[in-house]
């Protein structure tokens, strides 16, 4: 490897064990942390969801991602070839295409959120603060066809650049800058936010644990909020493990991305969950999940209050790193399996993708105006994408992991590879979670979210 990068023949890879960890956390911390942890939260418990969901993320999320990341190592490959060399005939390398299509899936429609994010940051810069916070502003800019086709290629082009300068040179020396100031950002909106009078009963319910908040329903929405977070079941945690080291700690850094993740979840939690108790004198169903609450709630909170402008930029500024970082993981992802799988270089592999966000992408911006007759399913174009990648396809990918690490690896040859770099401290609670628990855990959340989305309940 000459000046971080992979000569022909040698596989790219992370410089240490805070080059994965940081772009390994970068990954886990996306939009779901941002906008969906405080509603979820909010909604099931506050203290007592957050209490449920640490512990979940320390057992079974530790689980699933030890388990990606030493299948990675152990390969030096991309999912694909990861499955065909641990696995038996055409049935594993079938498993390794179902999780690699699934970050080739969701990157498109993700990067049109990614643009919307970029237009109200430009929105804000402006100083068009009344306007965003207006009823119709986001709804008009959806309806807009080159509006919202021109953010989408704007935050699609800013990713795919940081592919194509490569594992260290792209990947990880972003990640180095965007998760720290990620953090800063965070904690000046978090202590604005907890400052506003009113905000200290939302600042409460969100941190003290409650147990009479306490129901199953507060297990099930943790756990799904939890599995989604931590990039499980998609691939990326395959390929990033692919770069890692042979002498980082695998346990050691995969609880790190952890307590980031989460850590970073809270902290949006402080930032979002006090400033709605302020506006709304306390009404935790101001909380609104998905798109309204960062694109019409949170607006409206900034109108209302002093220095609306600066805490916007702020707020979306750290949207946009996490949305970033997301994405590029997804793209990297993606690039890695063409790389791996057709020997391809990164220039061409990454162009490839590059036209796979834009065909699919265009398709699912366009879902909100010039095809906004095209219902799947009865949803919009983007809404069935989430739901087909999200409910249905994760899960399963989960199970042919799961399926993978007992009957072919063996949890014993798990721990082999991770005791290759220190000792595996955990190895008798992971050997138990991933043969018993962790696939009773996966079922849970397919089922219950094929339920959602059908309407039996609302998750």
Do not use: H
């Not at 203290?47 to 030096?76: C, D, N």
Request: aromatic content about 14%; charged content about 10%.
């Amino acid at each position: 490897m000459k000046n971080g990068k992979a000569t022909k023949g040698e596989r790219a890879s992370f410089s240490g064990r805070l080059g994965y960890v940081l772009a390994t956390a970068g990954s886990a911390v996306g939009l779901g942390n941002i906008w969906r942890f405080p509603y979820l939260a909010a909604k099931y418990g506050g203290g007592i969801f957050v209490l449920v969901y640490v512990v979940l993320a320390l057992t079974f999320g530790y689980t699933l991602m030890v388990s990606e990341t030493a299948i990675g190592r152990m390969t030096r490959k991309s999912a694909v070839g990861a499955f065909r060399t641990l696995g038996k005939g055409k049935a594993s390398v079938a498993g390794g295409w179902f999780n690699a299509i699934i970050p080739i899936l969701i990157l498109p429609y993700y990067s049109v959120i990614g643009g919307w994010v970029c237009r109200y940051l430009f929105t804000y810069i402006t100083g068009q603060v009344s306007q965003a916070a207006g009823d119709a502003y986001f709804t008009s800019f959806l309806g807009s066809a080159a509006g919202s086709e021109f953010w989408f290629l704007v935050f699609a082009l800013a990713t795919i650049i940081v592919i194509v300068l490569g594992v260290e040179g792209g990947v990880e020396r972003i990640s180095k800058i965007m998760m720290p100031a990620m953090v800063v950002l965070g904690v000046f909106v978090a202590i604005y936010s907890m400052t506003r009078p009113g905000a200290m009963a939302g600042v409460k319910y969100f941190l003290v644990p409650n147990f009479s908040n306490f129901s199953w329903m507060t297990v099930v929405a943790a756990l799904g909020q939890m599995f989604y977070s931590l990039s499980c079941a998609m691939g990326i945690l395959v390929t990033y493990g692919s770069y890692m080291k042979k002498d980082v700690d695998v346990e050691k850094a995969s609880r790190q991305v952890i307590i980031f993740d989460s850590g970073i979840a809270i902290l949006a939690g402080m930032m979002i969950i006090p400033a709605v108790f302020a506006f709304s004198n306390g009404d935790a169903a101001t909380l609104k999940a998905g798109p309204s609450l960062m694109f019409i709630t949170m607006p409206k909170i900034f109108d209302s209050m002093g220095f609306g402008r600066p805490v916007g930029i702020v707020f979306f500024l750290l949207v946009l790193f996490a949305a970033l970082t997301s994405s590029i993981s997804l793209a990297e992802t993606c690039v890695s399996t063409f790389q791996d799988e057709l020997g391809w270089k990164r220039l061409p592999s990454s162009l490839f993708v590059f036209g796979i966000m834009i065909l699919l992408g265009s398709l699912s911006s366009l879902g909100y105006n010039l095809l906004s007759f095209v219902k799947l399913f009865g949803m919009e174009i983007l809404d069935f994408f989430d739901f087909l990648t999200n409910s249905l396809m994760m899960p399963i990918a989960a199970l042919i992991i799961c399926a993978l690490v007992i009957f072919a690896i063996k949890p014993s040859g798990i721990a082999q590879e991770i005791k290759q770099s220190s000792r595996f401290t955990g190895e008798k609670m992971y050997s138990v979670i991933v043969r018993f628990v962790a696939p009773v855990f996966i079922l849970v959340i397919f089922i219950t979210s094929v339920l959602s989305v059908l309407g039996v309940f609302s998750l």
